[in-house]
């Protein structure tokens, strides 16, 4: 199924649910979809993603090909820090436990660099309780997505993210 189906499917199940913040969401990323501007943003647009099991980097990098995203994907939190401190990214992924540096850790170091300080750093993760929300937002991370996560939910956060980002000020986004 399209992104753009998968949209339509959500718009009618907000509609439907007379969620209003729900639709108002599904329908500025309809309205991205038809911008050619924005779609041309995205496809210039930088990700990085770090996981270390395999099947989770496929399934995040396939959500984000559905949005047009290209990632650099990493295994190991030390290269994820490393590229972090040497390239701008328009969107950061991470998961929590990660062999070495976990989750948390890297996305502090990573804001304390001034390259990618505001950047939004979302984790994908099957740590979902409230501590580890909590210590989520307490290292800099934007956004929390909980593991198994829907394509649709992942790549509708990652076209927001990006959006945001590319439409902050420059001074906000250095």
Known sequence: MSLRAQLNDAMKEAMKAKDAKRLATVRLM???????????????SRELLGDD?????????YALEKANLRSTNVEESSVALQL???????LIFLDVQMPGMDGFELCSRIRAQPINK??????????????SRAKS???????LIAKPFMFIELTVKAI??????RLMPKKQAA
């Open 30 to 44: 309809l309205a991205a979809l038809k911008d050619k501007d924005i779609a041309a943003r995205s496809e210039t």
């Open 160 to 165: 927001t993210q990006v959006l945001r980002y």
């Open 53 to 61: 099991e395999i099947l989770s980097r496929r399934a995040i990098a």
């Open 84 to 90: 972090a401190s040497e390239q701008v990214f328009d």
């Open 118 to 131: 505001n950047t939004p750093i979302i984790f994908v993760t099957s740590l979902t309780d409230f501590k």
């Open 137 to 143: 937002s307490l290292s800099g991370g934007t956004d």
